[in-house]
T-cell receptor
Framework: GAVVSQHPSRVICKSGTSVKIECRSL??????MFWYRQFPKQSLMLMAT?????????EQGVEKDKFLINHASLTLSTLTVTSAHPEDSSFYIC?????????FGSGTRLTVV | AQKVTQAQTEISVVEKEDVTLDCVYE???????LFWYKQPPSGELVFLIR??????QNEISGRYSWNFQKSTSSFNFTITASQVVDSAVYFC????????????FGAGTRLTVKP
């Protein structure tokens, strides 16, 4: 089946630095990828929809200048958390729609200290 | 926009008991897809089932079964003879055919199965 590879699985960074998370579709082309954020003991909240070759669509309340999304190819979308702060510590997970189903990456646990 | 409600925040059962996780959804689209995912402590999402809005047949897969009722906008999930390994957070989700095709999740139900 379709595989989505997400890296890194865990990252610890200092407050004020930036972190890049990659989401790759390994055996198919993905024109659209979705980025979710999950705080501890909460649900997955859609942050943005990443479209290959165009600007991402952000959900209300998500700062596009803080969470930079780049979808430069049909197999790679990146999420960069800029000037990270402790409140950005969360589980970030990407998803790709394949047919009528969805494949998820394994997630990235970000801790900002 | 679509909405998914999982009213049960936490459920605790003893092994071998049956348990039903509720899911109620809202959508204005006539074509939509409903999902259930399991999220163990490791965090990855484990796909359990997908149902499209035109297929109201109930489904059984081993100890798992799903009851889809459009009349009540519900898509409930039952685990029969629960096991400790079933302990996880379970999410119900919905995507609409129109628009972005993005998937919206319910709040999740944390199931604990005690030995």
């Amino acid at each position: 089946g379709a595989v989505v590879s997400q890296h890194p699985s865990r990252v610890i960074c200092k407050s004020g630095t930036s972190v890049k998370i990659e989401c790759r579709s390994l055996d198919f082309q993905a024109t659209t990828m979705f980025w979710y954020r999950q705080f501890p003991k909460q649900s997955l909240m859609l942050m943005a929809t990443s479209n290959e070759g165009s600007k991402a669509t952000y959900e209300q309340g998500v700062e596009k200048d803080k969470f930079l999304i780049n979808h430069a190819s049909l197999t790679l979308s990146t999420l960069t958390v800029t000037s990270a702060h402790p409140e950005d510590s969360s589980f970030y997970i990407c998803s790709v729609m394949i047919g009528y189903g969805y494949t998820f990456g394994s997630g990235t646990r970000l801790t900002v200290v | 926009a679509q909405k998914v409600t999982q009213a049960q925040t936490e459920i605790s059962v003893v092994e071998k008991e049956d348990v039903t996780l509720d899911c109620v959804y809202e959508t204005r689209d006539t074509t939509y897809y409903l999902f259930w995912y399991k999220q163990p402590p490791s965090g990855e999402l484990v796909f359990l089932i997908r149902r499209n809005s035109f297929d109201e047949q109930n489904e059984i897969s081993g100890r798992y079964s799903w009851n889809f009722q459009k009349s009540t906008s519900s898509f409930n999930f039952t685990i029969t003879a629960s096991q400790v390994v079933d302990s996880a957070v379970y999410f119900c989700a919905l995507s609409e055919a129109k628009g972005n095709n993005d998937m919206r999740f319910g709040a999740g139900t944390r199931l604990t199965v005690k030995p």
